[in-house]
């Protein structure tokens, strides 16, 4: 199964407690600074009324209809993905596949032929025991929980008869409030209307928190969003995570009112600081039909290739030519540009039957990235042939990275591997406390690293990336993040190697001047963060980007290094 968008099932939760609103948590989720009134989400996830049980007789024809809404709510959202940003369509994909899940039709099917459930009845009890069980798990799986709950409730509405409530429409900008968006909310998004997001519960690595940087729209999560009413004049910054109800002038000074557009980022490319030093700027792509999506905007290649797309919703990995002929065709998309693959990062959110553990304790902690090839060797060697294969076919000759690397022995191992395929250019992502502390060491078997920021935050402040609760500690502003960043940024400077951020972090424009200070050579990010990055680091001087790195670093709250940074560079 896919990764999924959301956490939640976009809708407005009963008021939050006394001491909730008194104290809520918050965090900065997409950065930008906006102003504007409030539209509310309306509830939509409510319970099929009880009825009579279904006359034996009537039971195979009540659950023919419950499998058509299956079927018709499955095709709706594939449908919506077709037209979807490419951000969004494989989410849209993986959810439609969660619809159609051959565990669920059957319990649905057990419900109404042995208990005589209404069709409505039987969605709903077969997919909140779904919620149960991914709930108990915690983690990504209750993540995808909130997933489950928006699709029991939209297979209800479609036997109801009734439809769901879902963004609000209006001709005028306004600030999006919700417990948080399920994938088909999230993809109906328009970021011409929708000037911000204050969500209740979203971390700021979660998929609705990436859609939301990819779009340039700005978003905090609050807990208290449950407090807020539509009209309501509120203003939030995205980089801090700050909510102010009804705002004074002052306060709103020099926040947007309107929504940005493209000829308010005025950007073509290259990357460079403004005493032109140049800083490769360049996207994440999830699959083929992202490249155009990149070059569209002015991406210098992509510094983060996900090859999941290849292994994912099937029982077997994919042969050697399979994958060559979808390897080439970004090879061949991006022409002569840089072009960084990562090898599979199956395991914790991303289970293969083929490759992963079943039921891992702790999954985030287990068996994945490069750890797989300890088990299924062949998978990785079979996919370096066919990416050295997919080079010698375009003339394209990409960089190639293994994740999850913790020690430098793993580095080494998988360079000799990747080199002995004929991969010239063979680097490691840094996503673990133990490869940032041994950088010096790693850069002596491999050409250059990538800071996987999303995962390093994480392990480093010990806070699982998708809880809203732990989002203050899951923030790369942390002076702890900052400085193993520090570690391997000096260490690619004396090597001379390069240093990239393929992390979401690098979407974030005030800490892209600070990650260039701390030595970063490289960022790469969701392809509509492009301008906006770019048109800041050319701003920013080289002098004042160290400056800003070196004032963060002195700090010890993740505020108070935001802070320093922009006082830096604004200078």
Known sequence: MRELLASGFGEVAEPASESETNAPQTAGISAGRVVGPVATMAVTNKPPAQGEKVPEAQRQGELQRALDSLEQTAEQLNQQAKTADPTAK???????????????????????????????????????????????AGGKLAERACDVRDIRARVVARLEG??????????????????????????????????????????????????????????????????????????IDGSTGDLVVEPTDEQAEGARTAPETSASVDFSGPGATADGIPITLAANIGWPQDVPVALANNAEGSGLFRTEFCFLNRSDAPGVSEQEAQYAQVLRGFEDKKVVIRTLDAGSDKPLPFVTIPGEENP?????????????????????????????????????????????????????????????????????????????????????????????TQYTMAADRHSGELAHLGTPWQPAVLKLIAMIGKAGSRTGKSVGVCGEAASDPLLAGVLVGLGVTSLSMAPQAIGRVGTALAKYSLESCRKAAQLALATSAPDAAKAAAEIALQA
């Open 90 to 136: 494989d989410i849209l994909q993986a959810t439609a596949q969660l619809v159609c899940d051959g565990a669920v039709r059957s319990r649905v099917s057990q419900l109404i032929n042995d208990s005589g459930a209404t069709a409505e009845q039987a969605v709903w009890d077969a997919f909140s025991e779904v919620v149960i069980r991914f709930d108990s």
């Open 162 to 235: 009734r439809e769901l409530a879902g963004i609000p429409t209006s001709d005028k900008p306004f600030i999006l409030v919700a417990r948080d968006l399920a994938p088909a909310d999230a993809a109906q998004i328009d970021p011409k209307t929708c000037l911000g997001l204050v969500l209740g519960e979203c971390g700021p690595t979660s998929h609705t928190a990436i859609l939301a940087r990819a779009l340039g729209i700005p978003a905090v999560m609050n807990s208290g969003y449950a407090e807020l009413h539509d009209g309501q004049r509120v203003l």
């Open 364 to 456: 985030a902690l287990g068996v994945r990235g490069y750890r797989t090839s300890w088990r299924s060797p062949q998978i990785l060697e079979d996919q370096l042939r066919a990416i050295a294969n997919a080079a010698a076919q375009t003339g394209n000759s990409p960089w190639v990275m293994a994740p999850m690397i913790a020690t430098v022995e793993e580095a080494d191992e998988f360079a000799k591997l990747a080199r002995s395929y004929g991969l010239k250019t063979v680097g490691v992502m840094v996503e673990t406390p133990a490869a940032a502390l041994c950088a010096d060491e790693l850069f002596e078997v491999v050409d250059f690293v990538s800071i996987g920021t999303n995962d390093l």
